[in-house]
């Protein structure tokens, strides 16, 4: 744990909590497409990432997901922070993006360290700061965005995200992250393929020019 530790974070904590973190850490190796953290749920530990991608969902009262941002390497959650505080269940839901690993934090442990360490409290600040953002950016992008537009918003997010022209992701997979149905995605998608952005394949679309 150590290495990776050292690796993401130890520009950001001082030693002794970078030691803390070492004491009661639990490294964690999820898979891609492997849920995290379910609506509902009670958690006990709050995530540090050291490698891959996670999507943060919401869910409406029909069971239709809206996907709110991505979580990578040097990130935490900060609504997971905001439920571990009160001790309520979550309204988040939390799936792997990309093969995955963490480092799970107890949740004991995150008001000792906002006492102690001035470093772990401008990271909590900032995590807040940088997810309400992205919240916000979502928000825009579904009231002031046309259809079209956030579809490609959603693709080179997806891009920058995996490092890859290939999205290996169904019309439906799409379809449900941006709270829409998928004739509508399949419509968009032809169109951009005709104008030759984008190459669909069986349950895969090939990037080709999406800047």
């Given at each position: 744990?150590k290495d990776?530790?050292?690796?993401?974070y130890?520009?950001i904590f001082?030693?002794?909590?970078?030691?803390?973190?070492?004491?009661v850490?639990?490294?964690?190796?999820?898979?891609e497409?492997?849920?995290l953290?379910?609506?509902?749920?009670?958690?006990?530990?709050?995530?540090?990432?050291?490698?891959?991608?996670?999507?943060?969902l919401?869910?409406d009262?029909?069971?239709?997901?809206?996907?709110?941002?991505?979580?990578?390497?040097?990130?935490?959650?900060a609504l997971?922070?905001?439920?571990?505080?009160?001790q309520?269940?979550?309204?988040?839901?939390a799936i792997?993006?990309?093969?995955t690993?963490?480092?799970?934090i107890?949740?004991?442990?995150?008001?000792?360290?906002?006492?102690?360490y001035?470093?772990w409290r401008?990271?909590?600040?900032d995590?807040?700061q940088n997810?309400?953002?992205?919240?916000?950016?979502?928000i825009?992008?579904?009231a002031?965005?046309?259809?079209?537009?956030?579809?490609l918003?959603?693709l080179?997010?997806?891009?920058k995200?995996?490092?890859?022209?290939s999205?290996?992701?169904t019309?439906?997979d799409i379809?449900?992250?941006?709270?829409?149905?998928r004739?509508?995605?399949?419509?968009l998608?032809?169109?951009?393929?005709?104008?030759g952005?984008?190459?669909?394949q069986?349950?895969?679309?090939?990037l080709?020019n999406i800047?």
């Amino acid at each position: 744990m150590k290495d990776l530790l050292h690796a993401n974070y130890a520009h950001i904590f001082e030693p002794e909590l970078m030691q803390e973190i070492i004491n009661v850490g639990i490294v964690k190796e999820v898979h891609e497409g492997e849920l995290l953290m379910d609506i509902g749920q009670y958690i006990s530990a709050m995530p540090l990432l050291i490698s891959g991608a996670i999507k943060i969902l919401r869910e409406d009262a029909e069971g239709n997901e809206l996907l709110l941002y991505f979580l990578e390497k040097g990130d935490t959650c900060a609504l997971t922070l905001s439920v571990n505080r009160g001790q309520r269940k979550s309204e988040i839901r939390a799936i792997a993006e990309l093969d995955t690993v963490l480092i799970m934090i107890p949740i004991q442990k995150m008001e000792e360290w906002s006492s102690a360490y001035k470093s772990w409290r401008n990271f909590i600040f900032d995590s807040y700061q940088n997810r309400l953002q992205e919240m916000l950016d979502t928000i825009d992008s579904i009231a002031f965005m046309r259809m079209d537009e956030r579809l490609l918003k959603y693709l080179r997010d997806k891009q920058k995200l995996t490092q890859s022209t290939s999205l290996q992701s169904t019309h439906q997979d799409i379809a449900y992250e941006m709270h829409t149905s998928r004739v509508v995605i399949s419509r968009l998608l032809k169109k951009l393929e005709i104008e030759g952005r984008i190459r669909i394949q069986r349950n895969k679309i090939e990037l080709l020019n999406i800047d």
